[in-house]
């Protein structure tokens, strides 16, 4: 435990004399609930996967997070600031996870940590793995690595506190806990035939009555990938794109689809550039 | 020692060819050899297959049933095929047989009234391929959750993510464009759902099905309503999936009489991360760092087993060469420590699980860190890594340990290897585990607490099919390392530690006998890592990394710290197409290990299921895999 500085707390815009400076700290409510929240972090004491066995051997006498006031790893949900993540999320624990997240007390945070929680890692083809865990629940902090060492663990924890530091009770953007009422809960997904995220009812809903007429439903082939040709005609191709990726994609989801076109579109403008640049050279 | 095992084996001279000849004569009609190329074993008729399971366990003495798992043909034979491992507890190869059904209504009568053991796999298989077993007293799935659509196993299952059927794939960048997986299914998510999906169902039934399912022979509902007539009360209580003291993501369900244990069901599933069906897709060597990833406190072991497994198949092939002595020496040195190093992890968290909240813990692993060191050094990682190779391993020993932290302290770390390797196994590891067995041995809590508790006795114990520390804790001392030894192991000198009890201390007790036993291999793994310094690590000229697998089906197994780590690859198909695994199935300890947990915490208090379970050391990665 470090004790307390009060230079570390002392907003720098408001003068105190030197002398004053061990007693005395002026500073904004920004800040000195930023640096609470920064200097006594408890994690919960939840495990997934590989990545715990390095989460405990963090909290271990080599590397020792403590130093950081983060020891206090608490077992309930509701007693945690911090939830890490640590290992591959599966379609069946997404929904305890879930629910986890729910009953942590505002304000709280989300860590992923390593390859699997951030975006599936070397799992990622398996039918029973989560993408990530940000599908589900917002993340605050990524931290890379398969398993990440304890090292990265412990500068992914870094970052948080930094990002503490940057919150500001004026702008409820940052700090969304302290507006009006209660945040809305994230819904708890649902084991169907295969998970189903209450957010995608709607569109799961369009896709069966396609299916039910049987038109082509669930998989989809993306519009074949343009290839850049060497600078014939760039003209003719770009509407082309454009067009095929709407058709397939606007009886999905309209807002998908204008995603999509958006970036054909962009794609198309850098190809013709280039193809222009390599016509100017040649 | 029941009769069972006490009863004499008439045939018991018999070899594995003399048992097959014995069950040919004795079934003329039911069995078969397997006369497939590169496979060995019978192929017994379905129809009678509990009757010769019974022949095969009772008349012929393969008491122990190894593995039990499905594989299936689609394509090349069209049918699916059950796999039965089976083991003599005195030692020696296996038994191979197999079962077929078609692939439309599977369905093979269940030996669970054989080999108790074979439970949780055939729940497995019934999950994973489909199979009906006949027979069986708790069918229903057991790592995905119920009402999951089709089994995913089978080859014409396809994933939401399905891209090609094989790796390495095309490619992920055709012409140079990115094309990520998401982007193929309209949900942008990893979900597949069947045409006629019923808008109605959306509402999460696997609880219900798991609850009225789990053979307590209750229901929620009518346990309320008992309560008002009964005066003790008696509850269904949930432990896990998140829960402090389950060692990750395993889940419990109990039957509570007071504070007794009436009846305990494992649920799991938790950490299903589908590694068989990522290791069909894989190419063979794709699979040494998922391997890591299965029991990952141990990824060493896991990888021992898995190339010992291919290299048996190799060796069928024209161009194997063994590994080379080396090779084997730095294996097992890399395996022992690996041991040692799951061991004390073990120890520490059983006394968390004790309550003795992170202090013996801290302990126990702080010499942990410096094997990992050794590991980062030598393979890059610390935990996962993916070391060794078919026919050799990948890097040999470094002549220097360094800091890999680019720090102004970087000589903080930087030891001449051997000189590090010897001050590790004849003093720091030999002090450690010392020191643990002064302050926890005798203390008092502990026997207290562990002293017989969660009793295996040791015909339970081989008919549950435990393995590892388990079943030596219950007085059988059988170990793979002695019972079919593999690398240099017949020139080692060390003892198969055995306790006599089968309670929690034992358990306790053996793991520190086999820290000792560790130690003591390591030391003679040291004379001989100096005696081969400078040798080879790959046999043949170099390292082989795509190898050419011959068509046929092996089973490697390996003593793996948490008990017999078992891979039953099959090899199918064209020589010159796609190299990736037909089937790849882990034989895993922690998940055969739970078979017995409910039959041992029967009678206990709720506070000793936690104690049991951590004495059984499980991982999760490798329970679900």
């Given at each position: 435990m470090s004790t307390l500085d009060l230079r570390e707390l002392h907003d720098t815009e408001f003068p105190v004399p030197a002398d004053m400076q061990n007693n005395v700290a002026i500073t904004s409510l920004s800040k000195i609930y930023n640096w609470s929240r920064r200097s006594s972090l408890w994690p919960m004491l939840f495990g997934l996967a590989c990545c715990a066995i390095e989460m405990i051997a963090t909290a271990?006498?080599?590397?020792?997070?403590?130093?950081?006031?983060?020891?206090?790893?608490?077992?309930?949900p509701r007693q945690s600031?911090?939830?890490?993540?640590s290992g591959t999320v599966t379609k069946k624990m997404v929904v305890p996870i879930v629910r986890l997240y729910n009953q942590m007390p505002e304000p709280k945070y989300v860590m992923a940590m390593g390859a699997c929680a951030s975006g599936?890692?070397?799992?990622?083809?398996?039918?029973?793995?989560?993408?990530?865990?940000d599908q589900y629940v917002p993340v605050d902090v990524y931290v890379p690595g398969c398993p990440p060492t304890p090292q990265a663990l412990m500068y992914g924890l870094i970052s948080l506190q930094k990002k503490f530091d940057g919150e500001?009770?004026?702008n409820l953007d940052d700090?969304?806990?302290?507006?009006?009422?209660p945040s809305d809960a994230v819904p708890i997904p649902v084991l169907g035939p295969d998970i189903i995220d209450p957010r995608q009812a709607e569109l799961i809903r369009q896709q069966a009555m396609l299916a039910a007429q049987g038109l082509p439903f669930g998989r989809r082939e993306l519009p074949a990938v343009a290839v850049p040709q060497p600078a014939v005609a760039p003209v003719e191709e770009k509407p082309a794109i454009a067009a095929a990726s709407t058709e397939t994609a606007e009886e999905i989801d309209p807002e998908k689809a204008a995603r999509l076109a958006k970036r054909e579109a962009a794609l198309a403008r850098k190809r013709a550039a280039k193809a222009a640049a390599e016509g100017n050279e040649g | 020692m029941t009769d069972q095992a006490i009863?004499?084996?008439?045939?018991?001279?018999?070899?594995t060819q003399g048992a097959i000849d014995w069950l040919k004569d004795k079934y003329p009609e039911a069995v078969q050899d397997d006369?497939?190329?590169g496979y060995g074993g019978v192929v017994v008729d379905r129809s009678q297959l509990t009757k010769i399971a019974h022949a095969i366990r009772?008349?012929?003495?393969?008491?122990?049933?190894s593995s039990a798992t499905a594989v299936d043909y689609l394509g090349i034979s069209d049918h699916i095929e059950m796999v039965y491992h089976a083991y003599r507890t005195a030692g020696g190869p296996p038994l191979v047989f197999k079962a077929q059904t078609p692939r439309e209504n599977a369905e093979i009568p269940s030996v669970v009234s054989v080999w108790p053991g074979a439970d949780f796999q055939e729940r497995e298989a019934y999950d994973l391929f489909g199979i009906q077993f006949s027979g069986h007293p708790n069918l229903k799935r057991i790592l995905?959750?119920?009402?999951?659509?089709?089994?995913?196993?089978?080859?014409d299952w396809q994933e939401a993510?399905?891209?090609?059927?094989?790796?390495?794939?095309?490619?992920?960048?055709?012409?140079g464009w990115v094309r990520r997986?998401?982007?193929?299914n309209v949900f942008g998510k990893n979900v597949r759902y069947p045409a006629?999906?019923?808008?109605?169902?959306?509402?999460?039934?696997s609880e219900d099905s798991l609850y009225k399912g789990?053979?307590?022979?209750?229901?929620v509902q009518e346990i309320v309503q008992e309560g008002e007539h009964i005066k003790t009360d008696r509850l269904i209580v949930n432990m896990g999936p998140?829960?402090?003291?389950?060692?990750?993501v395993f889940r419990m369900i109990a039957e509570l009489d007071g504070e007794t244990i009436e009846a305990l069901e494992p649920v799991m599933g938790?950490?299903?991360?589908n590694h068989e069906k990522i290791g069909e897709r894989?190419?063979?060597?794709?699979?040494i760092p998922f391997t890591d990833r299965l029991d990952y406190i141990s990824s060493m072991g896991n990888n021992m087993g898995y190339v010992q497994a291919v290299e048996k198949l190799l060796a069928?092939?024209?161009?194997y060469t063994p590994p080379t002595y080396r090779a084997e020496v730095i294996r097992v040195l890399m395996v022992e420590l690996t041991r040692i190093v799951n061991h004390l992890w073990a120890i520490g968290f059983l006394l968390n699980d004790l309550g003795a909240f992170f202090t013996p813990a801290l302990y126990a692993i702080a010499e942990r860190e410096k094997v990992l060191d050794f590991f980062e050094a030598t393979?890059?990682?610390?935990?996962?890594?993916n070391y060794m190779r078919f026919q050799g391993v990948a890097k040999d020993l470094p002549e220097r340990i360094h800091s890999t932290a680019v720090t102004v302290?970087?000589?903080?770390r930087d030891y001449n290897t051997m000189e590090f390797l010897t001050e590790l196994i004849n003093e720091r590891l030999p002090r450690s585990i010392d020191e643990l067995d002064h302050f926890l041995t005798e203390s008092e809590i502990i026997k207290t607490r562990a002293m017989g508790v969660g009793i295996l006795p040791p015909e339970m114990a081989i008919a549950y099919s435990a393995a590892g520390p388990l079943l030596r804790a219950s007085?059988?001392?059988?170990?793979v390392r002695r019972a079919e030894p593999y690398s240099i192991y017949p020139e080692l000198d060390f003892d198969v530690c055995v306790r006599p009890n089968g309670d929690v201390y034992d358990r306790y007790l053996i793991r520190l006998d086999e820290m000792r036993e560790s130690v003591r291999i390591l030391k003679q793994v040291l004379q001989r890592l100096e005696a081969t310094?400078?040798?080879?690590?790959?046999?043949?000229?170099?390292?082989?990394?795509?190898p050419r697998v011959p068509v046929g089906e092996s089973y490697g197994r390996v003593e793996n710290p948490k008990g017999e780590l078992g891979f039953y690859c099959v090899s199918e198909g064209d020589p010159k197409g796609p190299q990736n695994p037909w089937r790849y199935h882990v034989r895993a300890p922690s998940f055969i290990n739970l078979t017995p947990l409910g039959v041992m915490c029967k009678g206990h208090k709720v506070a000793d299921v936690v104690v049991i379970l951590g004495s059984i050391d499980i991982v999760l990665g490798e329970t679900d895999r």
């Open positions: 271990a006498s080599r590397y020792d997070f403590s130093r950081f006031g983060m020891e206090v790893m608490r077992g309930s600031d911090l939830m890490i993540v599936g890692g070397p799992f990622k083809e398996g039918y029973n793995v989560v993408s990530g865990i500001s009770l004026a700090v969304p806990w302290y507006g009006v009422g | 009863m004499p084996v008439p045939t018991e001279a018999l070899d006369t497939r190329q009772d008349d012929l003495g393969y008491d122990y049933l995905l959750w119920e009402g999951f659509d089709g089994h995913p196993m089978r080859k993510y399905y891209e090609e059927e094989h790796k390495p794939f095309e490619s992920r960048w055709p012409k997986a998401e982007e193929l006629d999906l019923d808008l109605s169902r959306l509402t999460d039934v789990m053979g307590l022979g209750v229901d998140h829960h402090p003291s389950t060692h990750g938790y950490l299903h991360r894989n190419a063979w060597l794709m699979n069928q092939g024209a161009r393979a890059g990682s610390r935990m996962m890594c302290n970087d000589k903080v007085n059988v001392p059988y170990d310094h400078g040798e080879d690590i790959f046999s043949g000229n170099k390292a082989i990394y795509m």
